[in-house]
C-alpha cells in the first residue's frame, strides 16, 4: 500500500507542474502568510523558527526569480520590497520573543493580495485577447 503523503506530494507536484507562473506566485505568497500565521501561534521556539525559516526561503526565491535587467523599476522597487521582507523575517527568527510579528504578517498579507489582484487582471487581460 502507497502511503498517503505519497499522494498529497504527488497531487502537489502534479498541481504546481500544470500551474501557471502567475498563480504558482500567489499560491507561494498564500503559503508565506500562512507560514507567518503558524509562527504567530507556535509556542515552541523550533517550531516558530522553522516556519519562519520557511516563509523566508519563499521571499527569497520570489526575489530570486526578479529580472532586474528586463523588468526595469518595477523589479528594482519588489528587489527593495523583498529584502526588507526577508531581513524582518530573520530578525523574528533569531529573536527570542518577535514582537514584530503582528506588523510582518500585515507586510506579508499585503504583497499576497496586491499579487493576487496582479494576477486577476492578468488572467483577465488575457482571456480578452484570445477572445478578439
Known sequence: MVPREFHIRSYRRASYDHNSGPRLL??????????VEDARDAVEIGE???YLAHARDIVLFLQESLSLETGGAISVDLF?????????LAAAE???EPTGL?????????LQR???QAVRGFEEEEHVQQSA
Do not use: F
Not at 26 to 35: E, F
Not at 80 to 88: E, K, N
Open 48 to 50: 516558530r523558527r522553522r
Open 26 to 35: 500567489v499560491d507561494l505568497c498564500r503559503r508565506a502568510v500562512r507560514d
Open 102 to 110: 503582528p506588523a510582518l504578517l500585515t507586510k506579508m498579507e499585503e
Open 80 to 88: 527593495r520590497h523583498y529584502t526588507y521582507l526577508i531581513q524582518q
Open 94 to 96: 533569531v529573536a527570542a
Open 114 to 116: 496586491t499579487w493576487a
